[in-house]
């Protein structure tokens, strides 16, 4: 029996998968079979199924969250399924601050740690002491440390070491009881009265005025990464493009705005066949139906041809590509 992926993922590209297993409580993963291919899903806000996929769907969907005070902090223990903002604001109702600058990022808990999630000069590696998870080949559960992850920007021990052998099960978060915001990106400036609630709105709000709503116009959010180059391929960018947006990464590395380089690159409303370079922000990339796989690697790699050769920097994607039985890397030849 055959099931439909595009209620399933974000953008919405119309296939299908041969087999689709919810997992509302943590013993169906001892008796899942993980021998044919498989695919991890929450929400499906960061994966795109590009073709048929010829294996089995498993959507984390357990939920539970509990709350532990401590001397220093507050430690939260939730459920995989869990929803990321849904957590962020019930936090907020508790007066638990500290994620508010993560709000509005979409999908699941159990994904947020795979890529690290991160937005205005937040990453959550802040935050996170411990992830738990099933072991695919022992069926079982271990515990990661925070230094055990291995976080990175939009990285971690998930993406390599332990890709196809762990399904995260549970995210323990520590919020300090001494909350400092953190305003050094962009909008975040402005604010004036600055309360954990005025910084979450103010995130909200910028995200809304940026970023489509993905049930109404299908997309997979941010789809670039914003390329970390050093401080010597800064000096060198700033020279022909003084006005190019750059962040601190470290000593000796900056991180350049991908949706600026793409907008400065004239690629808003660039399209293939229904997929379009969103024309509010650059970064997003938009499913306006009748689109297949190859329409979106065509796109990709237009996008990382035009922006080497006008800045020379190698744009990677965000999102996962899923093809007919794994992840899969869209690196085009930049050098045509």
């Known amino acids: 029996m055959a099931y439909a992926l595009h209620p399933l993922h974000t953008f919405a590209l119309h296939n299908q998968c041969q087999?689709?297993?919810k997992i509302t409580h943590l013993e169906q993963l001892y008796t899942q079979s993980f021998s044919s291919p498989f695919c991890l899903l929450g929400e499906g806000s960061n994966t795109i199924f590009l073709n048929d996929y010829h294996g089995t769907v498993i959507k984390m969907a357990t939920k539970g969250i509990t709350i532990t005070p401590r001397e220093t902090d507050t430690l939260i223990s939730v459920a995989a399924g869990e929803n990321w903002h849904a957590l962020v604001s019930y936090l907020l109702d508790k007066n638990l601050p500290g994620l508010e600058n993560l709000a509005l990022i979409p999908g699941t808990v159990g994904a947020s740690p795979v890529q690290n999630i991160g937005a205005y000069g937040v990453e959550l590696s802040k935050f996170v002491e411990s992830v738990e998870y099933f072991d695919i080949h022992s069926k079982k559960l271990v515990c990661l440390t925070n230094a055990q992850c291995e976080f990175g920007y939009r990285d971690s021990v998930f993406k390599h070491g332990l890709k196809n052998k762990a399904v995260i099960t549970r995210v323990l978060l520590?919020?300090?009881?001494?909350?400092?915001?953190?305003?050094?990106?962009?909008?975040?400036?402005?604010?004036?009265?600055?309360?954990p609630r005025a910084v979450f709105e103010h995130v909200i709000q910028t995200r809304n005025s940026k970023l489509p709503d993905p049930y109404t116009l299908p997309n997979a959010g941010s789809f670039f990464k914003n390329p970390i180059i050093t401080n010597q391929q800064l000096a060198t960018l700033l020279k022909q493009f003084p006005d190019a947006p750059y962040y601190a990464y470290g000593q000796n590395e900056h991180k350049v705005a991908a949706g600026w380089l793409i907008d400065n690159a004239n690629l808003k409303g660039y399209r293939v066949a229904g997929i379009e370079v969103h024309r509010q922000q650059a970064l997003v990339l938009v499913n306006h139906g009748n689109s297949e796989g190859k329409d979106l690697i065509a796109m990709i790699t237009y996008i990382q041809h035009v922006v080497h050769s006008r800045y020379n920097i190698?744009?990677?994607?965000?999102?996962?590509?899923?093809?007919?039985?794994?992840?899969?890397y869209i690196q085009g030849d930049v050098t045509q």
């Open 19 to 21: 087999n689709l297993v």
């Open 174 to 195: 520590a919020l300090p009881k001494q909350w400092q915001p953190v305003l050094s990106y962009g909008p975040l400036k402005q604010l004036t009265n600055v309360t």
């Open 314 to 328: 190698l744009l990677e994607h965000e999102v996962r590509l899923i093809n007919t039985t794994d992840e899969c």
